[in-house]
C-alpha cells in the first residue's frame, strides 16, 4: 500500500514530463503539488535577437542555462509588458520543443516534449499583424526538477516600433459605393457614418488584388462572405473580431454549414486597419490578394452573393453563432460597381403567412374543435341543424376549416420552396398533411353510432386526431425555431410552450368535470352555464392571447 501511495505522488509531480501543459497558460506555474516557485535569481536566461519589432516581425528567441545547470521542462510565451494574455505566434526549431494552444488560440506558446535534461532551447515568435500593440516581453518558467523551478523568467524589454492598428477611416457609403465600390449593407443603402446600426461591406478591385471593408455592431465579431447560393457552407469569409485580449484581429475562413468556420492561414492580406468605437462598433479594412475560393470552385468568376454576420465570440476569441445575418438578394459581379445590392429578405411574405396559417389551423381552430368533440356533447343536445347536434356541425366546421387552412400553407410553402429543403420541420408538416386528409375520409366511412364495430372508428378517429395533435405541435416549435434561428431569447418558443401548457391545464380541468359529472357533481357551479362551457371560453381567451403574440411574432421576423 505505501508503495502504491508513493507511485501515486509520483504520478502527480510529473504529471507534465510530456510537456502538455496549456492549462496553466494563465499562471505558468507548475502543477508540482504543495512546492513552490524559487525566489532566487534563477540560473536560466531568455534573450532575444532584437530590441524592438513591429507587425508581422520574427523574432528568435533563447532559453539558455548557466555552465553546470540544466533544466528538464519549460514554458515559453510572449506578452505585452503588465499583460497576462500571451500574443503572437511561435514555430519550434528544437526536436526539444513543441507548440501549445492557450486561452483557444494555437501556437500561443512553447514547452518541452520530454523531461530529458536540456541546457538551450531556441524558437521563432512573429508578431500579429493587426490590434492594439505595444512593448512586449517574453517570459520563461524553467523547471530544474520537481520541486525546483522558477516561473515568469523575463527577456529584456522589445520595444514596439510599428503604427499599431492604424485606425481604418470610418467606411463612407456615398460617393464611392455604386463608383469604385460594391457596397452592400442592412438596412439597403444606410451610410455608416450616420448610422450605428447599420451592417456594411465594399469591395473594391484593382486587377488580383481586393480592397475590403467591414463594419457593424457587434459583442464579438463581424464577418463579411462570398458565396455561390443564399445559404451557409462553402463560403469564402473573412472575420473581423475581438481575440482574447479584446483587440481586434483579422481572420480567413471558410464556411461549413451551420457549424464554426474553418480558420485559415492569413494569406496574402496586408495593409490591415481597424477600429473599435464604444466597445462593440466593429469597423475593419484590409487588402486581399488571396483567390476566392467557395470549395465548390475556385475560378476567375467575379460573382457572388455577399454575406453579412455578426454575433459575439467567447473569453478565448472564438466566434460563437452569429445573430445577425443578411445575404444579398442577387449576385453582385465584385468588378461592375455601378449595379444596385440589395438585401434578400430572410422571410419573404408567403413564408409568413405558411406560418401564420399553421398556427390558426392548429392552436386555435383545430384545438377547439377536438375540444368541443371531446367536452362538449351535452351542450345544446338534440339542437342543432340539418338533424346533426350543435356540437358536431361545430366541430366538422371547425376541423373542415383547419384542414383547408393546412392544405393552403402546405401548397404555399411548397410553391415558393419548389424542393425539399431538409430538417424536421418539413418533414413534421408533410406527416400532418397526409394524416388532414386522412382524418375526413375516415369520417365519411364511418358505420351508425350503435353499429357492433363503432368503437373500431372511435378509436382510429381518436388516434389519428391525437397524432395530428403531436405532430403538429412539434411542426409549430420546429417551424418557430426557424424564425428565431438567430435570435438569443427565443421568445416565440417560449410563448408556444406557454399555449402547450395552457392547453393541457384546460384538458386536465376538462377531464376532472367530465368525471365529476358521471358522478352526477360538478367540479364547480357557475349558475344556469355548463362548467364545460366556461372552461372552453377561458381556453378561447387564454388562445387568442397567445395566438396574437405569435402572429405579431411572425410578422416582425
Same mark, same amino acid.
Given at each position: 500500500?505505501?508503495?502504491?501511495?508513493?507511485?501515486?505522488?509520483?504520478?502527480?509531480?510529473?504529471?507534465?514530463?510530456?510537456?502538455?501543459?496549456?492549462?496553466?497558460?494563465?499562471?505558468?506555474?507548475?502543477?508540482?503539488?504543495?512546492?513552490?516557485?524559487?525566489?532566487?535569481?534563477?540560473?536560466?536566461?531568455?534573450?532575444?535577437?532584437?530590441? *524592438?519589432?513591429?507587425?508581422?516581425?520574427?523574432?528568435?528567441?533563447?532559453?539558455?542555462?548557466?555552465?553546470?545547470?540544466?533544466?528538464?521542462?519549460?514554458?515559453?510565451?510572449?506578452?505585452?509588458?503588465?499583460?497576462?494574455?500571451?500574443?503572437?505566434?511561435?514555430?519550434?526549431?528544437?526536436?526539444?520543443?513543441?507548440?501549445?494552444?492557450?486561452?483557444?488560440?494555437?501556437?500561443?506558446?512553447?514547452?518541452?516534449?520530454?523531461?530529458?535534461?536540456?541546457?538551450?532551447?531556441?524558437?521563432?515568435?512573429?508578431?500579429?499583424?493587426?490590434?492594439?500593440?505595444?512593448?512586449?516581453?517574453?517570459?520563461?518558467?524553467?523547471?530544474?526538477?520537481?520541486?525546483?523551478?522558477?516561473?515568469?523568467?523575463?527577456?529584456?524589454?522589445?520595444?514596439?516600433?510599428?503604427?499599431?492598428?492604424?485606425?481604418?477611416?470610418?467606411?463612407?457609403?456615398?460617393?464611392?459605393?455604386?463608383?469604385?465600390?460594391?457596397?452592400?449593407?442592412?438596412?439597403?443603402?444606410?451610410?455608416?457614418?450616420?448610422?450605428?446600426?447599420?451592417?456594411?461591406?465594399?469591395?473594391?478591385?484593382?486587377?488580383?488584388?481586393?480592397?475590403?471593408?467591414?463594419?457593424?455592431?457587434?459583442?464579438?465579431?463581424? *464577418?463579411?462572405?462570398?458565396?455561390?447560393?443564399?445559404?451557409?457552407?462553402?463560403?469564402?469569409?473573412?472575420?473581423?473580431?475581438?481575440?482574447?485580449?479584446?483587440?481586434?484581429?483579422?481572420?480567413?475562413?471558410?464556411?461549413?454549414?451551420?457549424?464554426?468556420?474553418?480558420?485559415?492561414?492569413?494569406?496574402?492580406?496586408?495593409?490591415?486597419?481597424?477600429?473599435?468605437?464604444?466597445?462593440?462598433?466593429?469597423?475593419?479594412?484590409?487588402?486581399?490578394?488571396?483567390?476566392?475560393?467557395?470549395?465548390?470552385?475556385?475560378?476567375?468568376?467575379?460573382?457572388?452573393?455577399?454575406?453579412?454576420?455578426?454575433?459575439?465570440?467567447?473569453?478565448?476569441?472564438?466566434?460563437?453563432?452569429?445573430?445577425?445575418?443578411?445575404?444579398?438578394?442577387?449576385?453582385?459581379?465584385?468588378?461592375?460597381?455601378?449595379?444596385?445590392?440589395?438585401?434578400?429578405?430572410?422571410?419573404?411574405? #408567403?413564408?409568413?403567412?405558411?406560418?401564420?396559417?399553421?398556427? #390558426?389551423?392548429?392552436?386555435?381552430?383545430?384545438?377547439?374543435?377536438?375540444?368541443?368533440?371531446?367536452?362538449?356533447?351535452?351542450?345544446?343536445?338534440?339542437?342543432?341543424?340539418?338533424?346533426?347536434?350543435?356540437?358536431?356541425?361545430?366541430?366538422?366546421?371547425?376541423?373542415?376549416?383547419?384542414?383547408?387552412?393546412?392544405?393552403?400553407?402546405?401548397?404555399?410553402?411548397?410553391?415558393?420552396?419548389?424542393?425539399?429543403?431538409?430538417?424536421?420541420?418539413?418533414?413534421?408538416?408533410?406527416?400532418?398533411?397526409?394524416?388532414?386528409?386522412?382524418?375526413?375520409?375516415?369520417?365519411?366511412?364511418?358505420?351508425?353510432?350503435?353499429?357492433?364495430?363503432?368503437?373500431?372508428?372511435?378509436?382510429?378517429?381518436?388516434?389519428?386526431?391525437?397524432?395530428?395533435?403531436?405532430?403538429?405541435?412539434?411542426?409549430?416549435?420546429?417551424?418557430?425555431?426557424?424564425?428565431?434561428?438567430?435570435?438569443?431569447?427565443?421568445?416565440?418558443?417560449?410563448?408556444?410552450?406557454?399555449?402547450?401548457?395552457?392547453? *393541457?391545464?384546460?384538458?386536465?380541468?376538462?377531464?376532472?368535470?367530465?368525471?365529476?359529472?358521471?358522478?352526477?357533481?360538478? #367540479?364547480?357551479?357557475?349558475?344556469?352555464?355548463?362548467?364545460?362551457?366556461?372552461?372552453?371560453?377561458?381556453?378561447?381567451?387564454?388562445?387568442?392571447?397567445?395566438?396574437?403574440?405569435?402572429?405579431?411574432?411572425?410578422?416582425?421576423?
Amino acid at each position: 500500500m505505501f508503495l502504491y501511495v508513493l507511485l501515486c505522488c509520483v504520478g502527480v509531480v510529473r504529471c507534465y514530463g510530456n510537456g502538455l501543459v496549456s492549462s496553466v497558460c494563465g499562471s505558468m506555474k507548475p502543477n508540482h503539488g504543495s512546492n513552490s516557485a524559487q525566489t532566487s535569481t534563477a540560473p536560466f536566461t531568455v534573450t532575444a535577437d532584437n530590441t *524592438a519589432f513591429k507587425e508581422g516581425d520574427q523574432i528568435t528567441v533563447l532559453l539558455n542555462s548557466q555552465p553546470g545547470d540544466q533544466f528538464e521542462g519549460f514554458m515559453l510565451q510572449a506578452r505585452q509588458v503588465g499583460s497576462t494574455t500571451s500574443i503572437g505566434t511561435f514555430n519550434v526549431v528544437d526536436s526539444n520543443a513543441q507548440l501549445l494552444s492557450c486561452n483557444g488560440a494555437a501556437s500561443r506558446a512553447v514547452s518541452h516534449t520530454s523531461d530529458t535534461k536540456k541546457s538551450s532551447i531556441q524558437a521563432k515568435w512573429t508578431a500579429p499583424t493587426s490590434g492594439q500593440l505595444g512593448d512586449i516581453e517574453f517570459r520563461a518558467t524553467f523547471v530544474k526538477t520537481a520541486s525546483t523551478f522558477w516561473v515568469g523568467v523575463k527577456s529584456s524589454t522589445l520595444a514596439y516600433t510599428g503604427t499599431s492598428a492604424t485606425a481604418a477611416p470610418t467606411v463612407p457609403s456615398n460617393p464611392d459605393c455604386g463608383k469604385t465600390k460594391v457596397c452592400f449593407s442592412h438596412p439597403s443603402s444606410c451610410d455608416p457614418t450616420a448610422n450605428t446600426g447599420c451592417y456594411f461591406m465594399a469591395v473594391q478591385t484593382n486587377q488580383s488584388e481586393m480592397r475590403i471593408e467591414m463594419f457593424g455592431q457587434a459583442d464579438g465579431y463581424v *464577418a463579411i462572405g462570398f458565396s455561390d447560393d443564399q445559404e451557409m457552407g462553402n463560403d469564402d469569409i473573412y472575420i473581423c473580431g475581438k481575440d482574447s485580449s479584446g483587440n481586434l484581429q483579422v481572420q480567413h475562413a471558410i464556411s461549413t454549414g451551420k457549424t464554426a468556420p474553418t480558420i485559415l492561414s492569413l494569406g496574402n492580406v496586408t495593409d490591415i486597419k481597424t477600429t473599435l468605437m464604444n466597445g462593440n462598433t466593429i469597423n475593419c479594412s484590409f487588402t486581399s490578394r488571396n483567390a476566392i475560393s467557395t470549395r465548390s470552385r475556385a475560378t476567375s468568376t467575379s460573382e457572388y452573393y455577399l454575406m453579412i454576420a455578426a454575433g459575439p465570440s467567447n473569453s478565448q476569441g472564438n466566434i460563437q453563432i452569429h445573430t445577425k445575418k443578411y445575404v444579398s438578394s442577387t449576385k453582385a459581379n465584385l468588378q461592375d460597381p455601378s449595379q444596385v445590392v440589395t438585401s434578400a429578405e430572410e422571410f419573404p411574405a #408567403i413564408v409568413k403567412a405558411h406560418g401564420c396559417l399553421m398556427l #390558426i389551423s392548429w392552436m386555435t381552430t383545430g384545438s377547439i374543435g377536438m375540444l368541443i368533440a371531446r367536452y362538449l356533447k351535452g351542450v345544446a343536445k338534440d339542437h342543432g341543424c340539418c338533424g346533426k347536434d350543435f356540437w358536431f356541425m361545430a366541430h366538422v366546421s371547425l376541423m373542415a376549416l383547419s384542414v383547408t387552412a393546412t392544405a393552403i400553407a402546405f401548397i404555399l410553402v411548397f410553391s415558393y420552396a419548389r424542393d425539399w429543403s431538409g430538417g424536421a420541420h418539413p418533414v413534421l408538416g408533410c406527416l400532418v398533411m397526409i394524416l388532414s386528409l386522412i382524418q375526413p375520409i375516415v369520417a365519411a366511412f364511418r358505420c351508425e353510432p350503435n353499429h357492433e364495430r363503432r368503437f373500431v372508428f372511435n378509436w382510429a378517429h381518436s388516434f389519428i386526431a391525437l397524432a395530428i395533435k403531436g405532430l403538429a405541435v412539434a411542426a409549430i416549435f420546429t417551424g418557430l425555431a426557424l424564425f428565431e434561428e438567430y435570435e438569443e431569447d427565443g421568445w416565440m418558443l417560449k410563448v408556444m410552450g406557454g399555449f402547450v401548457a395552457w392547453e *393541457a391545464l384546460i384538458y386536465v380541468l376538462q377531464d376532472l368535470n367530465l368525471r365529476a359529472k358521471r358522478k352526477d357533481s360538478a #367540479i364547480c357551479s357557475f349558475g344556469s352555464m355548463r362548467p364545460e362551457t366556461v372552461l372552453l371560453v377561458l381556453f378561447l381567451l387564454g388562445n387568442l392571447a397567445f395566438l396574437i403574440a405569435l402572429l405579431v411574432g411572425i410578422g416582425r421576423s
